[in-house]
């Protein structure tokens, strides 16, 4: 599977996306800022990463929070995980939110979140009367117990 990767211009220097260790299953993004970002605590917060990206038809790329900026910091993603489906070719933005209860301060070139590339599928759609029965039936949250 081949992910290609443009640049935005004016943030050319930003390193590319890339997997921090052999084993990791996302890749970290970088914030793709002129200045400074302070995010005030349960302010949010668009950031851009930089680049635009292909994917190939059936992928999605998910970006989820980073677990030590969400640990140490209580910085984390909005809508996580945000999809970036398979068409979409502008410049991918994340939108971060300080639940946290000190200030966050964002940096040009800082490890802000990462991204998963996953492939999917789409379903045929057909409308029904009935579905089939599960043991599970209808219990839903909680009904498993602790």
């Known amino acids: 599977m081949l992910l290609k990767i443009k640049k935005v211009k004016g943030f050319e220097d930003l390193p590319t996306p890339k997997f ?18 302070t995010i005030k605590p349960f302010e949010r917060h668009k950031v851009p990463i930089g680049i635009c990206i292909e994917l190939p038809k059936g992928y999605e790329a ?37 639940l946290g209860t000190e200030n966050f301060i964002i940096k040009k070139g800082d490890r802000i979140a990462q991204m998963v590339i996953n492939k999917i599928e789409t379903p045929i759609i057909e409308l029904v009367e009935e579905i089939s029965e599960s043991q599970r039936g209808t219990g839903g949250f909680g009904s498993t117990g602790l």
């Open 62 to 98: 998910q970006i989820r929070p980073r677990s030590g900026l969400a640990a140490n910091y209580g910085i984390t993603l909005l809508n996580s995980p945000g999809t970036v489906d398979w068409d979409y070719r502008g410049e991918i933005n994340i939108i971060l939110i300080n």
């Open 20 to 37: 921090m260790t052999s084993g990791a299953a996302g890749m970290d993004l970088f914030a793709a800022i002129d200045g400074d970002i």
